[in-house]
């Protein structure tokens, strides 16, 4: 990596550069650049938000019919003999 | 998944395999919607993924015996659901391995909105600070984020399922997936991508 990091390099590696995972001279400069620039700010703001919406989408609950229907079609393979 | 989860699960995993019924439920009611959500992911088909989580619950229920600890248990039975989908999917001649999707070239942002040199065109607009529990309360925000994730290419539709959706650590996904951590990051980046640009039509 270039110690000039382009914003479209640098967005490529935006999930990278914020879950850690550029060491050394890559992360350096990844971080330089990510707080030089204003409109590569603006853009890791949008996805810092999209992340955020995500991570707080209502996690999905297991239906109790769907739970019961399992629970009946366990004890209907139990039942059977395998082989 | 920390020491006292894979502690408490083992337990649980001990009373399954004891005949105590409760704890089955309990293992059901706790991961159903997950796996059904997951092989929604992989399948792309509501009657497949319904098909291919029955089957694997019967291959949990027969198998738990075997299951030896090596990785957290709901990383095991996500394993289980993609050799289901996998079995069902290869019949069908739609399935894509993980790896090669991420390994196919894909812009992350739009390379238009880059000079020749690599640098923005424009500033992109700043979205009003809101908590994303308020910008959820609108519908359209809601539905964009569920059109786009609709559309995701299936390993980065995968991906993003367990890491953003289900809230697993990435060292799971990689296990549960088989992919590389290099490969995860790449799926889960152009993933939340394309559900940014989605969210950024209807954004103020």
Known sequence: MSLVLCCRDAMTRLTEGSEGALAGAEGATFALHLTICARCKAYRTQLETTVGVLRAMPREESETEDVEAILRLLGDTDAEPRG | ?204
Do not use: Y
């Not at chain 2, 198998?63 to 019949?91: G, P, Q």
């Not at chain 2, 894909?106 to 600070?129: K, L, M, Q």
């Open chain 2, 1 to 204: 998944m920390g020491a006292a989860d894979r502690e408490q699960e083992g337990a649980l995993v001990g009373r399954i395999l004891a005949g105590d019924a409760a704890a089955l439920r309990l293992l059901i009611e706790r991961e159903h919607a997950t796996l059904l959500r997951f092989a929604r992911a992989i399948t792309r088909d509501d009657d497949l993924a319904q098909e291919v989580v029955q089957d694997a619950w019967i291959r949990i229920h027969r198998s738990l015996a075997t299951f030896e600890k090596r990785s957290s248990l709901r990383t095991w039975m996500a394993r289980i659901v993609i050799n289901r989908a996998k079995t069902l999917t290869v019949r069908a001649a739609r399935w894509v391995p993980f790896a090669e999707e991420a390994e196919a070239h894909e812009d992350a942002v739009d390379p238009a909105c880059f000079t020749p040199r690599g640098f923005w065109r424009e500033s992109p607009s700043r979205w009003h600070a809101e908590t994303p529990e308020r910008l959820l309360d609108r519908q359209q925000v809601t539905a964009a984020i569920q059109a786009e994730i609709a559309e995701l290419p299936t390993a980065q539709r995968a991906v993003l399922t367990l890491r953003d959706l289900e809230g697993w650590d990435s060292q799971e996904v990689c296990n549960a997936l088989e992919i590389s951590e290099s490969n995860q990051r790449v799926l889960l980046h152009r993933g939340r991508s394309r559900v940014r640009a989605g969210l950024a039509k209807v954004m103020p």
